[in-house]
């Protein structure tokens, strides 16, 4: 309690106060407070940068291979051929996007995610919309990959099957726990287990196509029930289409790294465009290898073994310490790609509450420095979509993908219009956006085809995806995006409205107050409500006790005490023939505010009785509160509580 | 608005405001509020007074024998010859307590229940154990009714059988909205089905022993399943005690006349008594006569039909309308006697809450001028009670009937100890009580006999029921009850400290209050800051501004506006190292208060922003309620609200 600072006559005095957090359930559960000035700056280099961004990227591959074979098996196994053609496409795509983003990661240097972009290059609305989809696209992610890790699981222990919804909400709220402590040295906690991931992938893959090329990798020996969508129907280009779409859903997360820019070591844009190299290149080679594999293998789609665990036991000869392995990385990295939503949704609703479109609490860091209501908030909606969706993949797949292609045609497309913004800048000509500077650059129109070809391939996946999978679930999708924009846009005018109310802009002097009326009500004379009428002098001489008169007997007594104790107050009794007690009192004070006379100000004192334990409050009417309740949408009207505590 | 009253120089006024309850849901479900001038003075008759107070104990011959044979059941159906010798002992006790209560009928012509009788002759302990033992068995009657009632219709339709705990909540809560309407003219309503009950009793009595004396009556065709409690065991003293504590629950019931005298009309206690006397002759009559046809057709006891179906059944010679007659009779007089508790508890709760033993609140007339609380209360507890005992009614005896002897004993005991002490008045001395006046009459050591007796004899079926009934459940209400007089003596001594802390006795006058300081703790500066300035202001010369600081560029902000606004008031700005709002406000405020002059006052003037839609107040963080709640222990700290509206 010190440091001063009142040379200059203004009335304004600086104190720290000497508080130290009290200890609580909250202190065990997600570690002591941090002051303000305990915030990281630490940056990472690129393994580290690759093993944080690229898990939500790369442990897609342990799904997206079974989510194509689930659709294509409507049309039965030898259908199952077509999966290893649509990987290749999707890696040509995954080629596209890859180049689409290392441009957007070296123009917005302080992170270039979708939202940003858009605002800065095609307006509010487009803006909105990538936030919404971005959004719903996180929560999908925490829902998707840890049900997957969990079904992972099971497929190793299927005694686990009848608990998994148990398991994946419990793996989400730990996962939320870790995130509130905050991960402050996160770089070794998460290369370790990625790059285990990555290196149990190649070697299953690499030791798969050995055998293949040996002629000793067989058929997957026993395999489960095989699971398909719907009936029986014939091959055609849609179904090959609606694969494809499930297959997209491996290029989720390849976005992270255009997020998390900030986090490199300098030079930062140059680090983070080689560490996305790094991951398409792994991501590309593992989605391809595993999908072949698992055609040559004759792995069928089923709730109850992943195919990753056919391809494990069969490619290892077993269910032994190799498989283990496999299965543990993946389940692993299904859990971590999970954290990285964890990362990105606090932080974009903490942008989007920064600029008035979702409440302010999404800005606050919390007691760790971290943005505890986008965290609790992301943790609570994935555990309801875990639950109505009975943490089955399959069953989320259709909701998935859609928002985040969506987002990437509104990023490409932003950056398709910056760099015609640019190539029609002067030379040495300067244009500071919020999220980047503009300055003209020669072969700006390669830039912009670049990102113009990433535009219209990502929209012509989002639409393949919207029309495949619209009757599956993708409608929500469609129908929830636009109802957050309107969330958004009504949040963000109340936001500006209260803003110009309270705005100090054209408003004068403060008129004077010619007169306070003050109102007592009373339920009996007693010290309590004496030491409220002594309060309410102490305020005006203009004071009014009114006492509601249930019972004509009780009135007679509180008269007669009034008249010993009142000091001269005038008391009013109101008659409640109906033994109301709070419509008289109410009817009573509106009439009084309503001849106010103009600028006159009304208070209301409330003697408040504060028992000793908090159990005593069943024992009393909540006068009080009840009244603060009815009168708080009353205009104008102050209301006082004096407490009279009995020690 | 209007009736002055001021000839006399005292500053009270009288006001009769023009206020119409206003049309709600409420309305719709309970009815208009009635005035307390429209309180009923009605009486009524012997005949209406036997259908309303005799519908309770006149009901248990429905399920009575049924409850004796299923625990004679577990020696095999041979032992079921015992039933009726049983019943013949339950008559012999119902004519002892018949006598008994004929005296004190006479002697508390004001309502002489068990709590009123212990409380004037056996002092607050036993009175409050009284009304444990009546409260508790008020509940249980409302569950143990409406079960059985559910069980009579379930015989008739088995289909219902799935949904009988359903049923039976939803006739609890219809019988409680009847009773929050209030019963005015209950006369006819309850005369009608409860002499329909008796005549159809009789009949099928009647019929049954005809058909017995002609040799016609056969045994009961295609029994239903047999039910016994736990496993076979021998014939013992032990079985037949426990088969006759469950027939003592007919005799639950008897009390309710006692209760009600005054409902009757003059000379009430003679009316009443004679009431009594037919009430306890047709109690009886039914209970012999059902137990012993019961045993002559060979009916077993069974969850799935009740011993009255069978009868019905194998007299009138199958499922016909007699048949169904006295099946509906038997549920409508089930319900009703549901509606006896209804009566009772309500009355009973209010009478401890004006002695101060309940919460005040069960005294309070609600808007149809009956006791609200106690009946949503019983409403409540009943549901749970059947929801948990699945509403079966062998599964609710146990708890039964224990309370219900108890509350004999000690209510005769009293009258015992009043006769004791009337033979000691000297002739023409008279004591008022305050349930009744004493006056020395002759005769009084046979009036003591009496219900000495009687109070002997309860006892011992009470303490035979305690012995035999302890496992299956008479220990949750033998732990009850001393938890209930623990809780009666808890918010007693509540009430009498509060009186005594409040009291005007020896309270000298208010000592002048030298000082009001005024803290106004804001988080920017805006037009609702400053309107709560302006009212801070005209408190008192002495008001600090306080802001907590999360950010120093805000604070910076807020200190730059308030040196142009701040009218020349103290602005403390407390920094928040750990981004905390609360913790250091309370502590600055914590420090002044520490650090004021005695008699001091402290005022905390918060300004409270009411958003035009509630849905607004997501988007605030409720700084001034948690600022309030966290304030509302402090002692002698006001807290003042000044709500800023945004139209």
């Given at each position: 309690m010190n440091s001063f600072d009142q040379e200059d006559g203004s009335p304004v005095m600086y104190r720290t106060p000497d508080y130290v957090p009290r200890r609580s359930w909250r202190t065990w559960l997600i570690g002591r407070p941090l002051p303000t000035a305990d915030a990281p700056h630490q940056t990472i280099g690129k393994l580290a940068g690759l093993a944080i961004f690229a898990s939500d990227a790369l442990s897609s591959t342990a799904y997206a291979t079974q989510e194509m074979l689930v659709v294509l098996a409507a049309a039965g196994t030898a259908a199952f051929g077509y999966a290893f053609p649509i990987s290749l496409a999707i890696v040509g795509l995954l080629i596209i996007l890859t180049l689409s983003y290392e441009q957007t990661i070296h123009a917005y240097p302080g992170g270039g995610g979708a939202y940003i972009v858009a605002r800065d290059n095609l307006g509010e609305l487009s803006a909105q919309t990538a936030g919404s989809a971005l959004l719903t696209d996180y929560i999908l992610t925490v829902a998707v990959s840890v049900s997957s890790g969990v079904a992972q699981l099971v497929s190793a222990f299927p005694v686990l099957y009848d608990f998994r919804v148990e398991i994946a909400i419990s793996l989400v709220l730990f996962v939320m726990i870790v995130n509130l402590r905050g991960v402050r040295e996160a770089g070794a906690a998460f290369a370790i287990p990625s790059y285990f991931f990555v290196a149990m992938m190649y070697l299953m893959v690499g030791v798969g196509l050995v055998r293949y090329v040996a002629g000793t990798l067989l058929p997957v020996a026993d395999p489960p029930p095989m699971e398909t969508l719907g009936g029986v129907q014939a091959l055609s280009l849609f179904l090959i289409l609606r694969a494809f779409s499930s297959g997209t859903t491996a290029l989720t997360g390849v976005e992270a790294i255009s997020n998390g820019?900030?986090?490199?070591?300098?030079?930062r844009s140059r680090n983070a465009g080689i560490t996305l190299m790094w991951m398409s290149v792994i991501l590309g080679t593992l989605l391809v290898g595993i999908t072949f594999l698992a055609g040559e293998i004759g792995a069928v789609p089923s709730e109850s073994e992943t195919v990753i665990s056919q391809l494990a036991r069969t490619i290892y000869g077993g269910r032994n310490v190799l498989y283990l392995a496999t299965i543990a990385s993946t389940t692993v990295i299904l859990i971590m790609a999970a954290n990285t939503s964890y990362a990105g949704f606090p932080r974009l609703s903490a942008l989007l509450a920064i600029d008035g479109f979702l409440p302010r609490q999404f800005a606050f860091r919390g007691s760790r420095l971290v943005y505890s209501y986008g965290i609790v908030a992301l943790a609570l909606i994935a555990c309801m979509l875990i639950a109505i969706f009975q943490a089955s993949v399959t069953g989320l797949i259709p909701l998935y993908a859609i928002g985040v292609f969506l987002s990437f045609t509104l990023s490409q497309t932003g950056m398709a219009r910056r760099w015609w913004k640019i190539g029609h800048l002067a030379p040495g000509q300067e244009v500071k956006e919020r999220g980047s500077t503009l300055r003209y650059e020669p072969g700006w129109q390669t830039k912009m085809t670049i990102n113009g070809v990433g535009a219209v391939v990502t929209a012509v996946v989002a639409l393949i995806f919207a029309t495949t999978k619209f009757v599956q679930g993708a409608w929500v999708v469609l129908l929830l995006m636009p109802l957050l924009v309107l969330m958004f846009s009504a949040i963000h005018r109340h936001y500006r409205s209260l803003a110009s109310h309270l705005s100090l802009e054209a408003y004068g002097a403060p008129p004077p107050v010619p007169r306070h009326r003050v109102i007592l009500p009373i339920s009996g004379v007693h010290r309590g409500s004496l030491a409220a009428l002594r309060y309410a002098m102490l305020l005006s001489d203009d004071v009014t006790a009114v006492h509601v008169s249930l019972d004509p007997e009780e009135a007679a007594r509180v008269r007669k005490k009034w008249d010993m104790w009142g000091e001269g107050v005038r008391l009013v009794i109101l008659d409640s023939p109906y033994r109301l007690w709070l419509e008289p009192l109410l009817a009573y004070i509106e009439e009084v505010a309503a001849n106010r006379q103009p600028n006159e100000t009304l208070t209301i004192v409330v003697p408040n009785f504060v028992p000793k334990h908090w159990w005593h409050n069943l024992l009393h009417t909540q006068a009080a509160i009840v009244l603060r309740l009815a009168l708080l949408f009353k205009s104008g009207i102050v209301v006082t509580d004096v407490p009279y505590h009995v020690e």
């Open positions: 820019i900030q986090a490199f070591r300098e030079p």
